[in-house]
């Protein structure tokens, strides 16, 4: 079993939808959690950032991780064409790692 | 702002050239990483530079050596290119102290085509 499961899509959306994209991990660990937005020919980009359990929300994003379930998501409300991106997942074990822990990334298209 | 800067979007070499990927970042950062990402795979860490000159191994290291002379810059060699090597290629960089709490920086990418 892999430490990071992400669906990889892709994910097509009409414009104003609601889009969630998930992550499973097996590491109970894992206590640090991150979203990275990739658009196409860039690099990733730092989108949120979560620690332990509970949501954050930041605009039209709120990022929620259950460590029950060990499952992580990311929300975007009111989906724009600029959201079409790929979207990547990222944890660290309590007390740091040099390393972060990426999921594949799910590609995800908002159609206008 | 903060800044990693790989130093060619896009790059077309020949099999068995020697090609250098260069990356410089201006924040000090003692953790510097290369990675290669493909349709399917994710991101592969090649290696991994947690001071000058000290390099570790990555996951997928086989063809491909480093050099960290200078803090900011970390380079990746490709000794001999193959066309198994096309790819895109990341550099990002993190401090040390963060013991990557905060995430990476990344830089924009080389496009890499050996043909």
């Known amino acids: 079993q892999k430490e990071v499961e992400q669906d990889p899509g892709p994910l097509s959306v009409p414009e104003g939808a609601i889009v969630s994209l998930n992550c499973t991990y097996s590491?109970?660990?894992?206590?640090?959690f991150m979203w990275y937005r990739q658009y196409s020919r860039k690099g990733p980009e730092l989108l949120m950032y979560?620690?332990?359990?509970g949501n954050k929300e930041d605009g039209r994003f709120t990022a929620q991780v259950d460590k029950s379930s060990k499952y992580i998501s990311l929300f975007i409300r009111d989906s724009q064409p600029s959201d079409s991106a790929t979207y990547l997942c990222?944890?660290?074990?309590?007390?740091?790692?040099?390393?972060?822990?990426f999921g594949k990334g799910t590609k995800l298209t908002v159609n206008p | 702002d903060v800044k990693v800067t790989q130093s060619s979007r896009y790059l077309v070499k020949r099999t068995g050239e020697k090609v250098f990927l260069e990356c410089v970042q201006d924040?000090?950062?003692?953790?510097m990483f290369w990675y290669r990402q493909d349709p399917g795979l994710g991101l592969r860490l090649i290696y991994f530079?947690?001071?000058?000159?000290?390099?570790e191994k990555g996951d997928i290291p086989e063809g491909y050596s480093v050099s960290r002379e200078k803090k900011e810059r970390f380079s990746l060699i490709l000794e001999s290119a193959s066309t198994n090597q096309t790819s895109m290629y990341l550099c990002?960089?993190?401090?040390?102290?963060?013991?990557?709490?905060?995430?990476?920086?990344f830089g924009s990418g080389t496009r890499l085509t050996v043909v």
């Open positions: 990222a944890m660290v074990p309590q007390g740091g790692s040099e390393k972060l822990v």
């Open positions: 979560t620690y332990s359990s």
């Open positions: 530079s947690y001071d000058v000159k000290m390099k």
């Open positions: 990002a960089s993190t401090p040390k102290w963060a013991r990557g709490l905060y995430g990476y920086t």
């Open positions: 924040m000090d950062h003692e953790n």
């Open positions: 590491n109970s660990a894992f206590q640090y």
